[in-house]
Nanobody, 121 residues
């Protein structure tokens, strides 16, 4: 059974940092892109960042560029999201996702259950 589990969320003051982790188990995800999404109250889920297997390329939403960094430990099947200079508008449930392709194609095969990030002003 596939499991995708996020951790590292919490409450932080504006300007602070958090590091999210996403551990995938149940099968190997070698060869697949992984990504982070978020959903704020009353809003649709939105893309945050992605890490492609092919060449390890990354991409970010404009709203987080320069503040967030996505990285991946291939041996541990783990994805990370380092979030710096956090703003109240970053408050959301953050979801880890595994793509159906080796590059980020927006076709998600598996979702995690989410971890709450709250940024106070």
């Amino acid at each position: 059974q596939v499991q995708v589990v996020e951790s590292g969320g919490g409450l932080v003051q504006a300007g602070g940092s958090l590091r999210l982790s996403c551990a995938a188990s149940g099968r190997t995800f070698s060869g697949y892109a992984m990504a982070w999404f978020r959903q704020a109250p009353g809003k649709e889920r939105e893309f945050v960042a992605a890490h492609s297997w092919t060449g390890g390329s990354t991409r970010y939403a404009d709203s987080v560029k320069g503040r967030f960094t996505i990285s991946r430990d291939y041996a541990k099947n783990t994805l990370y999201l380092q979030m710096n200079s956090l703003k109240p508008e970053d408050t959301a449930v953050y979801y880890c996702a595994i793509d159906r392709s080796s590059y980020y194609s927006q076709a998600i095969a598996f979702w995690g259950q989410g971890t709450q990030v709250t940024v106070s002003s």
